[in-house]
């Protein structure tokens, strides 16, 4: 359907060390830098940072210098306003060490969405449920949940053109109405529809609910 | 092995529509075909059996398993089958969508693959298994809600008009396939031709049975209740 | 990591103990579609609206009729699953954005305010429901602004303090500039909020018909 390559086209592909890493050695190795250069604050360690990034994509990832750099063309107008505002306030060196951290977290954090699949990105985040499961966390349940958002998001996008070309054509394009409602009426339809399809499949039922207690008993918080 | 014990739905909205009215019924035919009008309840009668749906009194039980209580127990023995495969789909692909039914019983994602390989293949639609399901034709589409519902091995499958929405030689792919399977199948249908091919047929009519029996006698029964019905509209 | 990734918390499958095990099939789906449907208005291009057409992306007003239409719970696990699957990389954030790098980027406040702001206009519409027979507009109005002026905009701003080192003063004028178009979306939010809960009206009493 419309949309879908697009927005799971974050992945490039590509044999690197980086590419192979599971997820996890990717993951803790980012989140430490982010922390890292926030606590220790100094210009050297941003620096640095910057400059093992930037190893980390183009010899890390084998990735080019026209990859790393489309991020930050996204991130140019943000990267000047606050930097210009932090010179005059706090001076140059501020300016380079709020900029530069940003900088890197945020292309840190970009490179392992640009060497994962998002597959595997997903299945990490359904592992991270696993250790809740003893606080009644159900990681299947989770990952459909997941799974059911994604296939999800390209069906709304296409119907969200589709009200837009409907109010066009009754030339009613410029009414907030005629373009959004007709997106959430069909939203909930669909997600209705699902819901009984997954309800007919018996795949959104708990693991163990066959306690004898009646699919009625639904929660307070829920009743009208 | 299907009972209702006067089970009866009411319409919640406004409170005084039955949507069916009690009934007690045994399915115990291998094939049962339901026919009658639209809107006559007989969705609601089929969504009853897996427990889509529950008696608002009475009670519906599948093999001793009452559909309010054991919800999902039953709703694994019972595969259900909608007139639109696109309700029935959940996943942008088949392979997706097949592995998604095996999930419960493969936990091993490997084994889950080579399973739902098996599937794709015992219904011819190996070829097609990573195309997205909005690209396939209508038939393909029918056959994959199928298969999707089989590869959980099902004891009843319950199908809700399965063939309304197929050309003529589509349907007659999906009606031998039904003729194929070991489970107990129960449909509704418009087609009276295929409602023929089931050992008991039930005619519903405002929420009643109104024929239970042999097919070629229901079908009789539900031509003369429709001309009944045309001609009193006429006479309006 | 659990600083980082607020994700499997609040999530379908961790949200307490009563309110999980009912969640039934359509909740889980209704969960996913409107985190989809915030997804989607993030990334879909800005839509000209009224007499100068003036592009708006229709994110916070997505937020705030996922809270009207699904009840607190079922939005903000809505909205969790939305950041949780955002942050752990794909590029569902406004602007294409996506991964853990958002949570240290001036807008970090905003989005940790997602799901606790469909929470609390959730929890608000509800009573709303409830109670009021008219004038339900205006007061769901009123719930979607209270919202954003007491979770939404202190949250970013508090947000742009942090990772941005603005002062408070900076910041405060920072996010200022997003508080009246906010409001004209909370006045569509209301609007249409309270349309798709006339079209499905058993929606926000409670779950959808069990199964």
Redo the contacts between chains.
């Keep these: 359907m419309r949309g879908h390559a697009s927005?799971?086209g974050?992945y490039v592909e590509r044999t690197s060390v980086l590419h192979a890493a599971p997820l996890w050695a990717k993951?803790?190795p980012?989140?430490v830098l982010?922390v890292l250069v926030?606590t220790l604050w100094s210009p050297w360690v941003t620096l640095g940072a910057l400059g093992l990034v930037i190893l980390a994509y183009l010899a890390g990832a084998r990735l080019t210098v026209r990859e790393l750099v489309r991020p930050l063309a996204?991130m140019w107008p943000?990267i000047l306003i606050?930097g210009a505002?932090?010179w005059f306030?706090?001076g140059p060196l501020?300016a380079f060490i709020?900029v530069g951290?940003?900088v890197v977290?945020?292309?840190?954090?970009?490179l392992?969405?640009l060497t994962?699949e998002?597959q595997r990105?997903?299945d990490?985040?359904v592992l991270?449920?696993h250790p809740?499961k003893r606080?009644?966390?159900?990681?299947e349940?989770?990952g459909?949940?997941?799974a059911?958002?994604?296939r999800?998001?390209p069906?709304?996008?296409g119907a969200?053109e589709d009200s837009?070309d409907a109010a066009r054509a009754r030339g009613l394009?410029?009414s907030?109405?005629a373009?959004?409602?007709p997106?959430?009426?069909g939203?909930?339809a669909?997600?209705?529809q699902?819901?009984?399809a997954?309800?007919?499949r018996g795949?959104?039922?708990?693991e163990h609910?066959d306690d004898g207690a009646l699919?009625?008993?639904?929660?307070?918080?829920?009743?009208? | 092995m299907i009972q209702f014990d006067g089970a009866a739905v009411q319409a919640?909205h406004p409170a005084t529509r039955q949507i069916l009215a009690p009934l007690d019924l045994f399915l115990g035919e291998k094939r049962i075909s339901i026919i009658g009008a639209n809107g006559s309840g007989k969705s609601t009668l089929l969504k009853l059996i897996n427990?889509?749906?529950?008696p608002t009194s009475g009670r519906v039980s599948v093999n001793g398993l009452d559909t309010a209580r054991r919800?999902s127990a039953v709703r694994r023995s019972v595969g259900f089958m909608f007139t639109d495969p696109l309700s029935q789909l959940v996943m942008p692909t088949g392979r997706e969508d097949v592995e998604l039914s095996l999930r419960r019983r493969h936990r091993h994602r490997g084994e889950r693959r080579a399973a739902a390989e098996k599937v794709l293949e015992r219904f011819g639609l190996a070829h097609l298994a990573d195309q997205s399901v909005y690209d396939l034709s209508g038939g393909e589409r029918q056959l994959l809600a199928l298969a999707v519902v089989l590869a959980c091995d099902p004891v009843v499958l319950v199908a809700d008009e399965p063939t309304t929405l197929l050309d003529l030689r589509n349907e007659a792919r999906v009606r031998s396939l039904f003729r194929s399977l070991d489970q107990q199948v129960i449909f509704t249908t418009h087609s009276l031709e295929f409602a023929r091919e089931a050992e008991r047929t039930l005619v519903v009519d405002s929420g009643r049975i109104v024929f239970d029996g042999a097919p070629a006698d229901a079908v009789a029964a539900y031509r003369e209740l429709s001309l009944h019905g045309a001609a009193a509209e006429g006479r309006r | 990591?659990q600083q980082?990734?607020p994700?499997?918390?609040p999530?379908?499958?961790?949200t307490p103990?009563?309110?999980?095990?009912?969640w039934?099939?359509?909740?889980?789906?209704?969960?996913?579609?409107?985190?989809?449907?915030v997804?989607?208005s993030a990334?879909?291009p800005a839509?000209?609206?009224?007499?100068v057409?003036v592009p708006i992306t229709?994110q916070t007003?997505a937020i705030m009729?996922t809270g009207i239409?699904l009840?607190?719970?079922r939005a903000g696990a809505a909205l969790s699953?939305?950041v949780?699957?955002a942050l752990?990389?794909?590029?569902?954030f406004s602007?294409?954005?996506?991964?853990?790098?958002?949570?240290?980027?001036?807008s970090a406040g905003y989005i940790i305010a997602f799901p606790i702001a469909a929470f609390a206009v959730g929890f608000l519409a509800r009573i709303v429901f409830?109670r009021f027979d008219r004038f339900r507009f205006l007061a769901l109005f009123a719930a979607c602004t209270a919202t954003s002026l007491l979770i939404t905009h202190p949250f970013g701003i508090v947000g742009m303090m942090i990772?941005?080192?603005?002062?408070l003063a900076?910041a405060v004028a920072a996010d200022v500039v997003f508080l009246p178009g906010d409001i004209l979306k909370n006045l569509?939010a209301a609007?249409?909020g309270l349309?798709?809960v006339k079209?499905?009206p058993?929606?926000?009493?409670?779950?959808?018909?069990?199964?």
């Design positions: 927005l799971l974050a993951f803790i980012v989140a982010s926030l996204r943000l606050l505002f932090q306030n706090a501020t709020v951290n940003i977290c945020v292309l840190a954090a970009l392992v969405t994962t998002s990105l997903l990490g985040l991270l449920a809740l606080f009644g966390a159900d990681p349940r989770f459909l949940t997941v059911l958002m994604l999800s998001i069906y709304l996008v969200a837009r394009e410029r907030p109405r373009l959004i409602l997106v959430f009426i939203a909930v669909y997600a209705q699902t819901g009984e997954l309800a007919a795949l959104a039922d708990p609910d699919p009625g008993d639904a929660p307070d918080a829920f009743r009208g | 919640e427990s889509l749906v529950l919800g | 990591m980082t990734n994700a499997p918390h999530t379908p499958a961790g103990a009563r309110a999980r095990t009912s039934n099939a359509t909740d889980l789906s209704l969960i996913a579609v409107f985190a989809a449907v997804a989607a990334i879909l839509i000209p609206v009224g007499q057409g229709l007003l009729v239409v009840g607190p719970w699953l939305y949780a699957v752990a990389g794909l590029p569902i602007q294409f954005r996506g991964g853990i790098g958002v949570l240290f980027g001036p409830r990772n941005a080192k603005l002062d900076a569509a609007a249409i349309s798709v079209a499905f058993r929606l926000q009493s409670r779950p959808a018909r069990r199964s």
